[in-house]
């Protein structure tokens, strides 16, 4: 059974910073992308960001970010522990969110996708 265990939502102040983690166990295979989304309040899912695996080692790969992270946010990967993290600087309002994480991997030659249950942030003064 895979589990995806999110961590580092809360209450921050715009302008503040919050760094997400995410931790995959269980049978997940090999993991190919791993990413952050989130949803807003009467909004739809939208991506935040995505790391490509670019190997077997924490070096290579490819991230991908929506514009509206753009230059403030950073995701990092950390494969030998199969943990995305999700560095957020500069924090608006706007960003407030249930955030969550996926993972996409490759298991007996079939694809699957997995989330996380989901951290709220909240960027409010």
């Known amino acids: 059974q895979v589990q995806l265990v999110e961590s580092g939502g809360g209450l921050v102040q715009p302008g503040g910073s919050l760094r997400l983690s995410c931790a995959a166990s269980g049978s997940i295979g090999t993991i190919i992308v791993m990413g952050w989304y989130r949803q807003a309040p009467g909004e739809q899912r939208e991506l935040v960001a995505l790391h490509t695996s670019g190997g077997s080692t924490n070096s290579g790969g490819s991230t991908n970010y929506a514009d509206s992270g753009k230059g403030r946010f950073t995701i990092s990967r950390d494969n030998a522990k199969n943990t995305v993290f999700l560095q957020m600087n500069s924090l608006k309002p706007e960003d407030t969110a249930v955030y969550y994480c996926?993972?996409?991997?490759?298991?007996?030659?079939?694809?699957?996708?997995?989330w996380g249950q989901g951290t709220q942030v909240t960027v409010s003064s």
């Open positions: 996926n993972v996409v991997s490759f298991i007996f030659g079939r694809r699957s996708d997995y």
